[in-house]
């Protein structure tokens, strides 16, 4: 029975009002929690939970995102392909993967439900979200380039998952410069891109950069993701990331003479 938050509503209302008027505010309080708003802000989605959420989210956003501007190119379909290949899904996970993807193509697709369901599921983990993101971005940017009205839409996604513009653009500028070609770098580009993946200023004390760089590491070390909640299968992002991280570190410390 759902009755504890009642009793100590009531009983926290007259120990601080010290009146039947303290008490029945506490005990709205204490219903309140009982019927689920305080379970709910408490409790913590198990992993087998947050992996499922998350797989199944992240291909069925990437299908919304390559039909949202009303046809799924075939660039857009070997993109996803692509990540799915990337991420080294076997053959049952690829079709569940492109199950999924197909799924949010649909006119009915609940964008904002299934956005809104994965937040939660992730509040204690923020980081998943990131890298939820990033895919994202990863099979935008190699499907259509992110183009509009498709960027308008994933940076909605990201702010319904509570990730700030800066945040999304900075995510957007790493990714980009992932795809490009040495070539196509302006000379210089490399520190500067060092100093944008490890998220400081160029003119961060030493002490700072190493700060961000074991902050950064920590962030998107595999084993801790995936204990968390991350697929198994995606730890190759994971893995990616911490050697992009690795070697933003290693360029800024030649740069300033350091180890």
Known sequence: MHWYGKVIGTLLGLA???????????????????SGVGAKAGRRASTAEIRTAFYDTTFAVMGHLAKFDGRVSEQEISAARGVMRFLGLDESQTAQAIHCFGRGKAPGYALTAEVGHLRELCAREPQLLRFFIELQFRAAIAGNGLVEPIRG?????????????????????????????????????????????????????????????????????PDKLVARGLPESMQELAKENTQRVREAYETIAARRGFR
Do not use: C, W
């Open 16 to 34: 601080l009002g010290r009146s039947l008027g303290g008490g029945v505010a506490g005990l709205v309080l204490g219903a309140l929690y009982d």
């Open 153 to 221: 839409r994933l940076l909605l996604v990201g702010e319904a998952l509570g990730i700030s513009t800066a945040d999304l653009a900075h995510l957007e500028l790493v990714e980009r410069a992932r795809v490009a070609t040495p070539t196509a770098r302006p000379a210089g580009s490399g520190l500067a891109e060092a100093y944008e993946l490890l998220g400081i200023d160029a003119s961060a004390s030493d002490e700072a950069v190493k700060k961000a760089y074991r902050r950064q590491m920590s962030e998107n070390h």
